[in-house]
């Protein structure tokens, strides 16, 4: 019989590749990390890592074991939540995961409404863009993942249980000396010869397909993941962005205006689960709350 404790061991050393950062990794020694490998490979009837000099891969059954030992351990963590929770033997346990926009505005409204109406819910909280967030959750290293997406792409998510929460448009940042400033709505095509300065990649590359369709290629001076440097370049007259406005919210745009860009661009803004953790009630309450922070006040 495999048990839950050898796949997570195995998915550890598959991670990181030996023994010894597995074990730094699980809080535990080495040897125990070798025992338990010694006893997943006694029970699959294989072996399932080849040990050569210092570097260890896994075999094609090693392989097969880790593919499935996502789903499995989540499906595990799932039931043991909604049992715990049915027995009222604990409190519920989210992890959660989300992209720095969304952390600094909707997160924090919903994990204060979250706790005033489930005090024994433990949340942990940590920042990743998509699609890294979405493969955290994938690989069951998160319970839910904040996300977002541009037009299209509906397909990619097609496994996971899709919780839509708000439209976000982006807005231009120029800075206020800007020839644009007071404009009420400016047309991409008319920032052509501008420096720019661009966010995550994501948004980097939903930037540059917005110019090229409005006939040019932006010159990007600067580009950082970190949304109040994209304010700060701009207000000091370093160039102009485009920002979504859920970052905007979260940073005082000081020497720099905000105007509507034209034709608009909006992305999708999503709570994204398994469909076997989507049953949980921490998580289900932690989704509800979630998407009441989205909703306008």
Do not use: N
Request: glycine letters at 10%.
């Amino acid at each position: 019989m495999i048990e839950a404790r050898h796949l997570r061991v195995l998915r550890a050393v598959a991670t990181t590749g030996s023994f010894s950062a597995a074990a730094r990794e699980l809080g535990c020694t080495q040897p125990a990390v070798s025992q338990q490998m010694k006893a997943l490979e006694a029970s699959a009837g294989t072996p399932l890592l080849i040990r050569t000099g210092r570097e260890m891969r896994l075999t094609q059954a090693g392989e097969a074991l880790v593919r499935h030992a996502a789903g499995i351990l989540a499906g595990l963590t799932a039931a043991e939540e909604e049992v715990a929770a049915i027995a009222g033997l604990r409190a519920g346990r989210v992890r959660l995961v989300s992209f720095p926009s969304g952390s600094s505005t909707l997160v924090p409204t919903a994990l204060a409404a979250l706790r005033a109406a489930h005090p024994g819910t433990r949340v942990s909280l940590v920042e990743a863009e998509p699609p890294r967030s979405v493969e955290m959750l994938r690989e069951g290293d998160c319970d839910i993942a904040l996300a977002f997406r541009y037009g299209g792409g509906a397909a990619e998510w097609d496994d996971l249980v899709v919780r839509p929460l708000l439209t976000d448009r982006l807005v231009g940042l120029v800075p206020e000396g800007h020839r644009l400033a007071g404009a009420d709505a400016v047309a991409i095509g008319e920032l052509a010869g501008e420096p720019w300065i661009a966010g995550c990649p994501r948004c980097r590359r939903q930037l540059v397909e917005v110019c090229e369709g409005a006939g040019f290629t932006p010159r990007i001076d600067f580009a950082t993941d970190d949304y109040p440097a994209v304010v700060g370049l701009v207000g000091a007259g370093l160039g102009v962005a485009v920002l979504p406005e859920l970052a905007i919210e979260s940073v005082r745009p000081r020497g720099a205006r905000t105007v509507a860009v034209q034709p608009p661009v909006e992305r999708e803004i999503v709570a994204l689960t398994l469909p076997d953790l989507a049953h949980v009630p921490a998580v289900a309450a932690t989704l509800d709350r979630l998407a009441a922070a989205a909703r306008p006040a």
